[in-house]
């Protein structure tokens, strides 16, 4: 099963998750500039706070961020500037200075977009169309390689036919410049219309072991809009604080980029690894066997007409928190048995939170209708130059049925979402439950020090009146001698 996840000791989620996966898609040769010594760790423990690592197969370890938006894609909450390394992303993300220059993202149908860590910096990793006045970008997915002195590899993957139509974003050319580059972004079902209208400029170079963007110039788009593009020359900023984010400061771009190795964290980091709590594959074996029941008891049902509600996939990781992943108690003697507790119902705070969420989608959805909407009436009007009434008929038929698919990922994305804070109310409440025993195990452990110090005590007055009851008789049994 593609979202299989895999329990593995500390050593080889170090090695097989995190440098496996970079050694399969990234060439790991440093960049000849180095002002910061960091490896595979230094993401994790700087994207910590932001976000949830989970296993995911095929690529190891991956993150995605937390306080997104359903519907929300990379490379959206920042603007574009053009800079000596050619189209360059300035997040809003307090994390952007990482994944956006950094590794590849991929959609996954649970956890929505994931981010696969690599060591190549470069100043956006996306694919780019270009033509009839639109700009399109997406994410360049894990299965894009590179290599230093060569470029991008793309073994087997076609990006104009691999690359789905719910990946890309695009804008008018006249937009793509804006500081808001979300506000500009079209609804995504316009994307199976822009695909065949606009080609492929995907083109990087290496520059000093770095990934320099050479296929959309500026000038391409400043001979179509007729005035100039303002440039920018990118220098390092220094490693004051992980997320700085990127600076102009005049015709000069700060970036942070520092150089990250190809090589597994020290053995004094531990990793975000189920294996580290006391006790997770046992949960983690009951709750599979748990859902298998349900999943028999579902289809036992349904074969009677009766309807279930889905379980929840098997083999899910479990959610981290912020500040919570590497510091676990590791309890060598079993704890006493205590009385489990049921699973924590929703608090209204949750209830709350996943109503706004709701709402939040539909009210985004009433949106995107109303602008294709908008889009095509408007074509209608004025059709593009060389299309047909019955060819833009067919086109607005397709991107109807597009907003279907868009809206159906969307919502389903949103319960997966929902099933992930589920999730972690129970795994928040194993942990409690756990450290209950484990405190309970604590003050046994005490009282029973307590209570073998009180013994010896009691034990050396005992010995020390047996000692005195002894000299005792002894100096009475010399008296009576003489």
Known sequence: MRHRIAILALAVAIAAALGGCATTYYDQSPATESYDDADYGYFYDALSPYGAW?????????????????????????????????????????????????????YDHYYGWIWVPGN?????????????????????????????????????????????????????????????????VIPRSRNVTLLRTTRNVTRYADRDSRAAERGFTA??????????????????????????PSVIRGNVVEVYRPTVRDRAPTETRERPDVGNRPGEQQRLDERNRARTEARAKRNQQNQQGQTQPPVN?????QIEQPGEQRQRAKVEATPPAAKPEPPPAETKADQQRQEAERRSLEEQIRTQRQELKKEQQSELKQPP??????????????????????EKRDREQLQNREELQRQWREQRAQEQQKQREEQQQKQQEKQKERQDQQDRRDQGQQDKRDRQDQQDQQNQNRQRDR
């Open 385 to 406: 130059p060389g299309v047909s009434r019955e060819e833009l008929q067919r086109r607005h038929e397709e991107e109807l049925k597009a907003q279907q698919e868009v």
């Open 219 to 244: 000038t391409v788009l400043e001979n179509d809009l007729k005035r100039k593009i303002p440039r920018y020359d990118l220098s390092d900023a220094q490693a004051v604080g992980r997320d700085r």
């Open 313 to 317: 996939p098997p083999g899910r990781s």
């Open 54 to 106: 989970y296993n995911v197969s095929p690529y190891g370890w991956c993150w995605t961020p937390y306080d997104v938006p359903v519907g929300w894609h990379p490379y959206t909450d920042g603007e574009w500037v053009y800079t000596d390394w050619g189209w360059t992303w300035l997040a809003d993300e307090p994390w952007g200075w990482a994944p956006y220059h950094y590794g590849r993202w991929t």
């Open 120 to 184: 190549i910096w470069a100043p956006a990793w996306v694919a780019w169309r270009y033509g009839d006045g639109w700009v399109g970008w997406a994410p360049l997915p894990p299965d894009v390689g590179w290599q230093v002195g060569v470029g991008l590899d793309f073994g087997s993957y076609d990006l104009d036919r691999d690359l789905g139509p719910y990946r890309w974003s695009f804008c008018r050319e006249a937009d793509f410049t804006t500081t808001r580059v979300r506000t500009v």
